[in-house]
């Protein structure tokens, strides 16, 4: 196994790019698991805390182009696990309402997306896990304004 580069293994850039791929796969995997992807994770979470929505509105909250927005919409309903129906205030919009399905797939993901988490976290205490999810979160969100 190669070693990396003290200088580079230092620089927290550089170990949470090596992170964020690993916490991606675990999560990827947890999701095939059961038969989903991370952006119907992503759709069924944001319809469940903020309710029916256009598919416009699920692009922004999700922070999906909209393409890829009618296209995991398309693979959901597919599924039985969301419904679109014409907006009757504006009849050219979509409104997008999880099905009962929808609601029980969210909660095997939930489940899945928990057991990556610990995976991912495992070697921490409960009080370390807190801290890094507030330093993170605070890094987030200075750096999405901009």
Not at 25 to 54: N, P, T, W
Request: proline share 5%; charged share 30%; aromatic share 4%.
């Amino acid at each position: 196994m190669e070693k990396t580069p003290a200088r580079l293994a230092a620089k927290p850039s550089w170990l949470l790019t090596q992170l964020a791929v690993h916490a991606h796969r675990l999560a990827s995997d947890g999701f095939a698991e059961v038969g989903a992807r991370g952006y119907h994770y992503r759709i069924l979470a944001a319809l469940e805390e903020f309710g029916v929505a256009s598919q416009a509105e699920l692009g922004r909250r999700c922070n999906m182009d909209r393409s890829d927005v009618v296209a995991a919409i398309n693979e959901l309903a597919g599924q039985g696990l969301v419904e679109r129906t014409p907006d009757p205030d504006d009849r050219r919009r979509n409104l997008v309402t999880p099905t009962p399905a929808g609601d029980r797939q969210l909660r095997r993901l939930d489940r899945a997306l928990d057991k990556a988490q610990e995976d991912l976290l495992g070697p921490l205490a409960a009080e370390d896990r807190q801290v890094l999810t507030r330093l993170l979160t605070q890094l987030l969100a200075h750096h999405q304004r901009g």
